[in-house]
Structure formats: C-alpha cells, structure tokens
C-alpha cells in the first residue's frame, strides 16, 4: 500500500539537536529535525532539517546512505581519505 504524507499537512514538533562536540570543528553545530516518517525497520527517515553553519565531521556506517534535496543552502561536502 502507497502512503503518500504531505509535509505540510502533517503537524509535527521540531527535535532540537546538538552533535558531540567532537563532531563539529567549527561553527555552531545546532539542529532541528521534522521527522515525518521513519520507516518500520527504523533506518529509513523522512522530514525536513535545518541546520546553522558549521563544520560537522560525520562518518556513515556501511549501511547507512543519505538522500537530501538541498532548497535554501551554502555547502561543501568533502570525502576525506579512510584512516
């Protein structure tokens, strides 16, 4: 069955969030999330993000991917070489 959720018809509070310091090199690492969906596995999430400018040092596990659709932002995403 298809489930269709329009964002904007769907209510939903903002999570505030703040990474470890040691993921953030720069900046003011705050968030906040709109989660709209997290699908039944719990791996999978659907919303809306905002973050302030920083530097954020993120590394993925071997399962985890990322989907974003960029509307209103200044960035630079740089793969750095494994340790």
Same mark, same amino acid.
């Given at each position: 069955?298809?489930?269709? =959720?329009? @964002?904007?018809?769907?209510?939903?509070?903002?999570?505030? =969030?703040?990474?470890?310091?040691e993921?953030?090199?720069? !900046?003011?690492?705050?968030?906040?999330?709109?989660?709209?969906?997290?699908?039944p596995? !719990?791996?999978? @999430?659907? !919303?809306?993000?905002?973050g302030?400018?920083?530097?954020?040092?993120?590394?993925?596990?071997?399962h985890?991917?990322?989907?974003?659709m960029?509307?209103?932002?200044?960035?630079?995403?740089t793969?750095?070489?494994?340790?």
């Amino acid at each position: 069955m298809v489930r269709i =959720i329009h @964002f904007e018809q769907n209510e939903v509070a903002a999570e505030h =969030i703040v990474p470890p310091p040691e993921k953030c090199s720069a !900046g003011n690492p705050a968030q906040k999330i709109w989660n709209h969906y997290t699908d039944p596995t !719990g791996l999978f @999430f659907s !919303g809306v993000w905002q973050g302030e400018p920083c530097v954020l040092n993120v590394q993925y596990a071997k399962h985890e991917e990322e989907f974003c659709m960029l509307i209103d932002i200044v960035a630079s995403c740089t793969k750095l070489p494994k340790l």
